[in-house]
């Protein structure tokens, strides 16, 4: 490219309303411009606001996930639950048995009971 012309454009924001300098707005490739049509200001507030909005869309896809992988789902609750039953019948944490450390002497005292 041998744009070598520095041209100081203003450009208004679709946000703010307000006619500003270009380098208050980001460069853009889809504009055909080259700058975003929200200016800073207004761009930061817009992602913000869309983090917020984006927020409930992770929660809402993580639980489709879930869904959709119901049974991988029960298969690591299932593990989990194998564990729980195998340090409660042993006397031991599974993390205990690997680094080879002994049982504990005392009885661990039981929180709630889960079947
Ligand atoms: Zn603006």
Redo the contacts with the bound molecule.
Sequence with gaps: MVFSVIKSMTKT??????E?NCN?FYRAKWARDGYDD??????S?ESKRYYREAEQEIILKVLSWQFDNFEKVQGYKRKYKLKKKYEKNNGETTIQRKRGRPPKCEKEQEVGSQS
């Design positions: 924001c679709r946000g703010c309303r307000g500003k208050e929200l200016c800073r200001v207004c761009k507030d």
